[in-house]
């Protein structure tokens, strides 16, 4: 039974009840109004819940947005308000919002995301120079800085592992 019949037959049996006054009719409407706040309340979490959904789906298609411009231009600087601005929010909400659905910063993800590319070309011929700057990364300094953060040894100690 959908919850408006519901609510509707609640209503007319608490009427009956009240035209019949029966021995403990007020404890029946009592259980019948019970009834109805337990079915109102149901009915709004039901709603609640596909309002959230429908949130987090918006701010993931938004966020879909900022990850595309990292997939594209990582090679490229990219501020904090460019990815903000991909995503259709102003940099505070942008900041917070990422930091919900990705546990991390965004810097912090820009740097993981240049990282695992390197990590990738590390395995080729090319320099750590090369490869830094390739990466997004404005100098060999920050690179090597960032990558021993992340994987725990410098570019050409994982080179020469791999």
């Known amino acids: 039974m959908d919850t408006g019949r ?54 993931k298609e938004m966020l879909k947005n900022t990850f595309d411009l990292i997939d594209k231009h990582y090679v490229n600087d990219i501020s904090l308000s460019m990815a903000a601005d991909a995503s259709s929010l102003s940099v505070s909400h942008f900041c917070r919002v990422f930091r919900k659905y990705t546990g991390i910063t965004f810097k912090n993800y820009l740097s993981m995301y240049r990282i695992e590319k390197a990590t990738g070309m590390l395995k080729n011929a090319a320099s750590i120079t090369e490869i830094s700057f390739e990466c997004g990364f404005g100098s060999v300094t920050s690179f090597i800085r960032e990558f021993k953060k992340y994987k725990g040894c410098t570019p050409s100690t994982f080179r020469n592992r791999h």
Do not use: D, P
């Open 6 to 59: 519901a609510l509707v037959e609640t209503i007319l049996n608490i009427h009956r009840e009240f035209e019949a006054k029966e021995n403990h009719f007020r404890l029946f409407i009592r259980a019948y109004i019970y009834e109805i706040a337990g079915l109102i309340r149901r009915n709004l979490e039901c709603t609640f819940q596909t309002s959230k959904s429908c949130k987090e789906e918006k701010v």
